[in-house]
């Protein structure tokens, strides 16, 4: 053997072997966060723009000009596309942004595209992406039909996509009771963890919704729907739900009464002590650390507040303690006192957020109704 080949067959080797020991050692990172290099990620489009044009060859387009088709097109996007890639009204899709790869807005993609390779991806789906085949190989009909509406789909705006998709077209009867049934089918998620009651079960396990400012709830489900205040939880729900429906929430479990057990008594020597130094702190703050007596903006009525203060009498300790937490940590966000609990958490020990969380998990919630009428 020629010496040239030995040293190609021993670099084979060596890069192989390598290979190898990066697999079975774990040390590729599969992690959707990681992404792609940039050269894995051009080379996988490029092998997916080459094998669509390469299997779509022999496929005839049908004439796809009929309107009909494109609106029935549109009703198959609205609600098997759009989640993922968006649409005219919603051009930023947000849980596509956390997968490798992401679901790209098609808009300013499709033009670049043959209809006869549109027609393959969508039939076929891709592999390693996340998107599914068409549910049925027995329906080119309904493929094409969608292929129909991509053709269209980036010269159209909002209000001509709402069109399309007949969304405001309804009578007034029945556009309110299909909006009642859809918050009907919200509401009925929410409950999974805090109860059709908002008092989250006996468990304790999520925070108490029942009798909570309305502003703040509408404010937070705003913050978490735009990202502005992190949970994997409730960042995809409140995506999901448009500012009416919001509100709606907002306003449905803040009218819901507080149960009549919502505090836990302190019924142990230790857990009294924690108690009793978080009722110190706060009726008194920390002075020499700049930390102001929490009950300033957090007591219970009558104490006059903004209603974009939380109640957090009665929230369960663990809830509070993890706030508190996100809160001196610099990771929570979204309403407009952030930046004081910033500054006010950052000061805190842990023993003293343990001893707050204590204490206003113990400390009873007085009913909004009998004391601010208006119910805020």
Request: glycine letters at 8%; hydrophobic letters at 40%; a negative charge.
């Amino acid at each position: 053997m020629r010496r040239e080949h030995r040293y190609v067959l021993r670099t084979g080797i060596g890069l192989l072997a390598l290979a190898v020991l990066v697999i079975v050692g774990g040390f590729y990172d599969v992690s959707a966060r990681a992404g792609h290099w940039s050269a894995t990620a051009w080379l996988l489009h490029f092998t997916m723009r080459q094998s669509a044009r390469a299997h779509s060859l022999t496929i005839d387009v049908p004439v796809l000009d009929e309107p009909e088709r494109i609106v029935r097109g549109a009703g198959h996007y609205a609600v098997g596309c759009a989640p993922c890639h968006g649409s005219p009204a919603d051009r930023a899709p947000r849980l596509s942004d956390h997968m490798t790869p992401d679901a790209p807005e098609l808009a300013p993609l499709v033009d670049g595209w043959r209809l006869r390779e549109l027609f393959w991806v969508v039939d076929n789906g891709i592999k390693y992406t996340g998107m599914p085949a068409w549910l049925t190989p027995h329906r080119p009909d309904e493929v094409w039909d969608v292929v129909a509406f991509l053709r269209v789909l980036s010269r159209l705006d909002a209000g001509e996509y709402a069109d399309l998709v007949d969304r405001t077209r309804a009578p007034a009867a029945r556009l309110a009771e299909a909006e009642e049934r859809v918050f009907a089918a919200v509401l009925a998620e929410c409950a999974i963890c805090h109860g059709y009651d908002g008092h989250a079960g006996a468990k304790r396990a999520y925070p108490v919704l029942a009798q909570q400012n309305e502003s703040y709830l509408r404010a937070s489900l705003a913050a978490y729907a735009g990202a502005e205040r992190a949970s994997g939880t409730m960042q995809l729900m409140a995506q999901s739900l448009d500012a009416g429906l919001r509100e709606r929430l907002a306003r449905y479990y803040a009218a819901q009464p507080s149960p009549d057990s919502l505090a836990v008594p302190a019924d142990d020597g230790e857990r009294a002590a924690l108690v009793a130094e978080g009722a110190r702190i706060a009726a008194a703050g920390l002075p020499s650390r700049g930390v102001p007596d929490c009950n300033h903006c957090h007591g219970e009525p009558p104490v006059a507040r903004s209603p974009m203060i939380p109640r957090l009498a009665g929230q369960p300790a663990g809830y509070l303690r993890t706030q508190l937490e996100l809160w001196r940590d610099g990771q929570r966000g979204g309403t407009v006192y952030a930046p004081i609990m910033t500054e006010i958490a950052d000061e805190l020990e842990p023993r003293e957020i343990e001893a707050l969380a204590a204490y206003y998990a113990v400390l009873p919630r007085v009913e909004l109704r009998e004391t601010l009428p208006d119910g805020r």
